[in-house]
């Protein structure tokens, strides 16, 4: 019983962190009239965050890896509000599928093709394997 309730103490400080980092993106994306979204501007901060417990050698906290594998998992969920609107919409969608179709292909190729290009650029800083290195030295 008692690891139930650490489990839920836990979650709730780390759902509390995810919250305060969206608060802030929205409070400095509100202040500066930035053209980015909000929660979008506190990952990025969570990000900074991160990578400098990194450099300083120290983890992350555990309550922010327990409630963000909580959310992943029930990550399903956050799509039902995007199916009712197509529902809502469906109208629209039918009066309008030509062109909603080709933005959807074209956003999924240039995903694609993004996404390859950061795969290529970035293998340049993963450190090769020994045995992976052509100026092997005798």
């Given at each position: 019983?008692?690891?139930?309730?650490?489990?839920?103490?836990?979650?709730?400080?780390?759902?509390?962190?995810?919250?305060?980092?969206?608060?802030?993106?929205e409070v400095s994306v509100?202040?500066?009239?930035?053209?980015?979204?909000?929660?979008?501007a506190g990952?990025?901060?969570?990000l900074v965050l991160l990578l400098v417990m990194g450099k300083l050698k120290r983890p992350a906290p555990e309550?922010?890896?327990?409630?963000?594998?909580?959310?992943?998992?029930?990550?399903?969920?956050?799509?039902v509000p995007a199916g009712v609107g197509v529902?809502?919409?469906?109208q629209r969608l039918q009066e309008e599928w030509l062109p909603i179709t080709v933005a959807l292909f074209l956003g999924v190729l240039?995903?694609?093709?993004?996404?390859?290009?950061?795969?290529?650029f970035l293998m340049r800083f993963i450190e090769k394997t020994p045995d992976q290195r052509t100026d092997k030295k005798a």
């Open positions: 019983m008692k690891a139930n309730k650490s489990s839920g103490i836990e979650f709730l400080f780390g759902i509390t962190a995810l919250l305060i980092f969206q608060l802030l993106g509100r202040l500066l009239d930035l053209p980015i979204p909000g929660p979008v990952l990025l901060y969570l309550s922010l890896e327990q409630s963000s594998l909580t959310l992943l998992n029930h990550l399903s969920l956050l799509f529902m809502v919409h469906f240039i995903t694609m093709a993004t996404t390859a290009l950061s795969m290529k």
